[in-house]
T-cell receptor, first 111, second 113 residues
Framework: DADVTQTPRNRITKTGKRIMLECSQT?????MYWYRQDPGLGLQLIYY???????NKGEISDGYSVSRQAQAKFSLSLESAIPNQTALYFC??????????FGPGTRLTVT | DQQVKQNSPSLSVQEGRISILNCDYT??????FLWYKKYPAEGPTFLIS?????DKNEDGRFTVFLNKSAKHLSLHIVPSQPGDSAVYFC????????????FGKGTKLTVNP
């Protein structure tokens, strides 16, 4: 079984809709992250959490929110989706040493 | 302001030859560096790392070199194989890796048979 799972894997939604992307991990790590990948822009950090009670904004948090429901679960919400949020979204988890383990990604299309 | 830069968006090499991927960083607080490999439709996977107390780390066909004075690191793949074709991301962190990672934009490597 995969260490980091993401649901859904693909999603098409309309402008203005609220959408939630979910992430679960079985690594037992405290740290979790949400990234966005756009072509040619690499991985941009949206939000991260170093433990259940800790939430931090990343480079591009505007238009997004997160919830850390448990050590193993970290969800990302788009309150009102817009077309320029069309991208690949990755969840990751890490131990304090820093090596991150990524999920398979969610391809989100906002029309 | 990009703290981690991969100036070559793409690289093409012949099978069996050496692939050299480069990465530059600007933040002198970075002391832990990682390379990730990403295939299409998959998440990035960890490849190799290096701490700033070293200048070289090897793992099989993969070697990472760190030049702290130049704020430059490179990943060498020898010999290159078609299965190495992927996007490679350089990442850096401060405080021995305990701070969040900062990623470069990636270099797409194509190894031709």
């Amino acid at each position: 079984d995969a260490d980091v799972t993401q649901t859904p894997r693909n999603r098409i939604t309309k402008t203005g809709k609220r959408i939630m992307l979910e992430c679960s991990q079985t690594k037992g790590h405290d740290r979790m992250y949400w990234y966005r990948q756009d072509p040619g822009l690499g991985l941009q950090l949206i939000y991260y959490s170093f433990d259940v009670k800790d939430i931090n904004k990343g480079e591009i948090s505007d238009g997004y929110s997160v919830s850390r429901q448990a050590q193993a679960k970290f969800s990302l919400s788009l309150e009102s989706a817009i077309p320029n949020q069309t991208a690949l979204y990755f969840c990751a988890t890490s131990d304090p040493r820093g090596e991150q383990y990524f999920g398979p990604g969610t391809r989100l299309t906002v029309t | 302001d990009q703290q981690v830069k991969q100036n070559s968006p793409s690289l093409s090499v012949q099978e069996g030859r050496i692939s050299i991927l480069n990465c530059d960083y600007t933040n002198s607080m970075f002391d832990y560096f990682l390379w990730y490999k990403k295939y299409p439709a998959e998440g990035p996977t960890f490849l190799i790392s290096i701490s700033s107390i070293k200048d070289k780390n090897e793992d099989g066909r993969f070697t990472v070199f760190l030049n702290k004075s130049a704020k430059h690191l490179s990943l060498h793949i020898v010999p290159s194989q078609p299965g190495d074709s992927a996007v490679y991301f350089c990442a850096a962190s401060a405080q021995g890796g305990s701070e969040k990672l900062v990623f470069g934009k990636g270099t797409k490597l194509t190894v031709n048979p």
